[in-house]
């Protein structure tokens, strides 16, 4: 399995040079011929998308309680139905016992976390409010390479901060602080900094593309953002079960390389596997026979490679449902009966 880069999730508190205030924009000059006329086109569609969506982005200041202490934090979010339901991130709200979100006409109002879930870093607030300005959810799935994106946060507590630049990179992986990995994630170089957790990625016709959730520390313009079709997924799950249901196996496992005459002899996909460290009594993976040692080279007929591929296939369609693991044991392929159980929600 590739290393992935250690990121930051943004949290809070002066914003990097280069960004624009949020109605500080200079007005737009008249159109131009060449490099001219490009530029205002390009500030003209910055200018046009912040003010559409700005005044739905909303400065958190949260509460969290951990391990007995009080943790205080800020980041963004920002409103997507007028009667008052708005995204940001889960490391932004998870836990909290308090969260306060501040708009741009000074209106203010205490927020409830409807949901939120760690294995994409998306959650869901409510505010007692309607009538509230709200952002248009667009689709990442027709996103190229070189297209403008723009995100609007309140990085290091100056709020409201827009800054623009393009969609580096499309499908990228990110690993969650929950150890899974976000798929599906779009990188950007429109500069975030702690505080822009939470906040809208938009393009240029100020429809949100994507949930911004992470840079790289020492990097230079290397951003993420959660893309907008798993967020309206995860949204639909949570509004509707409180949270996102998973399945899982009960076992602690590893990746590990399979020998390659091994992978010769049984006539496997994969040159990798997951190994069994340890299962949990009483768990599926006991239940269905696994055992310490063994290397699970397949999940119901799809081959695993690794750990990750475990998570991919472990969906809520998966819970209660028979299904087969394919493992090697010393000098024997097995098919292990299995039925995965609901992952139980880490609090």
Known sequence: MGAFPRFLLAEGGPSSAGSIESGNASPAGPP?????????????SVAGAAERVGPTVAHLEVEQAQRGRVRRGTGSGFAFTPDGLMLTNSHVVHDARAVRASFADGTSFDADV????????????RVGASGLPAAALGSSRDLRVGQLAIAI???????HTVTAGVVSALGRSLRATS????????QTDAALNPGNSGGPLVDSRGEVIG???AIIPMAQGICFATAIDTVRWVVTQLLREGKVRRGYLGFAGANVPVARR??????????????VESLERGGPAARAGLEAGDLIVAYDRSPVAGIDDLHRLLTAERIGRPATVTVLRRTRKLELAVVAA???VVG
């Not at 409807?114 to 607030?125: E, Q, S």
């Not at 946060?153 to 709020?159: A, D, L, S």
Request: aromatic share 4%.
């Open 114 to 125: 409807i949901g939120d879930d760690p294995d994409t870093d998306i959650a869901v607030l």
């Open 179 to 186: 150890g899974r990995l976000i798929d599906d994630v779009v």
């Open 211 to 213: 949930v911004n959730t």
């Open 153 to 159: 946060g309140n990085p290091y507590g100056f709020q």
């Open 32 to 44: 131009g011929d060449g490099d001219a006329g490009l530029l205002d086109a390009y500030s003209r």
């Open 262 to 275: 091994v992978v010769r002899h049984h006539d496997l996909a994969v040159e990798r596997a997951v190994r």
């Open 342 to 344: 609901e992952r139980p």
